[in-house]
């Protein structure tokens, strides 16, 4: 029998944008996107709060955000402000490494359907699979929000890199 195929579209509930931070970990930035996003900040006057997440020689090789509402949503619409510049964390939701996560959009598809996403949100997977996942693998010490410098290997298995 043929399954339903359904073309996944974002319902706009801001929910992702509101849980930014999980058990040990907010959401991921590339060093890139820090500066970015600090730019972006300072201009729209909001407060964007980080931590690192694995350092580096200069400053850190990737960092989280730490607040659980992003700063940068649009809380009475549920839109995001610099949608154009958002991180590829943002762009590739709720496709991730290690499967699709959390989404209204996906929980309200019809059971058993097969979800197509678009091509640009594969594409940012792929990305952060290039530019974000290699990071993760090689960093000994990662910085957990409750516990701080802690070996990266408590966290995940360096094979299915699946962040708890
Ligand atoms: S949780 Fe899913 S449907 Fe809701 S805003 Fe985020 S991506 Fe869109
Ligand atoms: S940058 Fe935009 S899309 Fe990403 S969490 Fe913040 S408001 Fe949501």
Redesign the pocket.
């Known amino acids: 029998m043929k399954r339903l195929r359904v073309k996944w579209r974002c319902l706009h509930c801001?929910e992702?944008?509101r849980n930014?931070v999980g058990r040990h970990f907010g959401?991921i930035l590339t060093p890139d996107e820090w500066r970015r996003?600090n730019r972006l900040a300072r201009w729209l006057g909001v407060k964007l709060e980080t931590k690192p997440l694995v350092a580096g020689p200069i400053g850190a090789r990737l960092y989280q955000v730490t607040q659980e509402v992003?700063?940068?949503?649009?809380r009475k619409r549920n839109?995001?402000?610099?949608?154009q510049a958002?991180?590829l964390?943002?762009r590739m939701?709720p496709l991730s490494p290690y499967g699709i996560l959390s989404c209204t959009a996906v929980e309200r598809a019809p059971k058993g359907a097969l979800i197509e996403f678009p091509d640009e949100m594969k594409l940012a997977l792929n990305q952060f699979m290039i530019r974000v996942l290699p990071v993760l693998r090689e960093a000994d010490f990662i910085y957990d929000l409750t516990w701080g410098w802690r070996p990266t290997s408590r966290y995940f298995n360096r094979i299915a890199l699946r962040l708890i």
Request: hydrophobic share 40%; proline share 10%; glycine share 4%.
């Open positions: 801001g992702c944008c930014l959401m996003l992003c700063p940068f949503l649009d839109k995001c402000r610099i949608y958002r991180p964390v943002c939701f």
